[in-house]
Nanobody, 123 residues
Framework: QLRLVETGGGVVQAGGSLRLSCEAS????????MGWFRQAPGKEREFVLA????????YYGDSVRGRFTISRDNSKNMVYLQMNSLKPEDTAVYYC????????????????WGQGTQVTVSS
């Protein structure tokens, strides 16, 4: 069982940057792939980025490729989402999630979820 807590959300102007953090508590964190998803008002939850268990592979959603990056520090049980060149359409609640196996892109394949953190990008 993993508990995930996201921090770092807030309000930022278009073109700005923000870094989200996800702290995991529980055993075997370094055996899980980690992903970030987001959900805008009135829309379904959308895949953003994922990283495999040791950080050697990353998987990007089309809407954030070239602007967002994901990293992890297994020694600290942390995952990070660096968001650059933010756009108003990036406004959403961002969720951190962990999976033991399966497709990185599919929400249903993730086993544990955080409570989410709000990111608002003003134009």
């Amino acid at each position: 069982q993993l508990r995930l807590v996201e921090t770092g959300g807030g309000v930022v102007q278009a073109g700005g940057s923000l870094r989200l953090s996800c702290e995991a508590s529980g055993p075997y964190f370094d055996s899980y792939a980690m992903g970030w998803f987001r959900q805008a008002p009135g829309k379904e939850r959308e895949f953003v980025l994922a990283i495999n268990w040791n950080g050697s592979s990353r998987y990007y959603g089309d809407s954030v490729r070239g602007r967002f990056t994901i990293s992890r520090d297994n020694s600290k049980n942390m995952v990070y989402l660096q968001m650059n060149s933010l756009k108003p359409e990036d406004t959403a609640v961002y969720y951190c999630a962990a999976q033991a196996g399966g497709s990185y892109y599919v929400e249903a394949e993730y086993d544990f979820w955080g409570q989410g953190t709000q990111v608002t990008v003003s134009s």
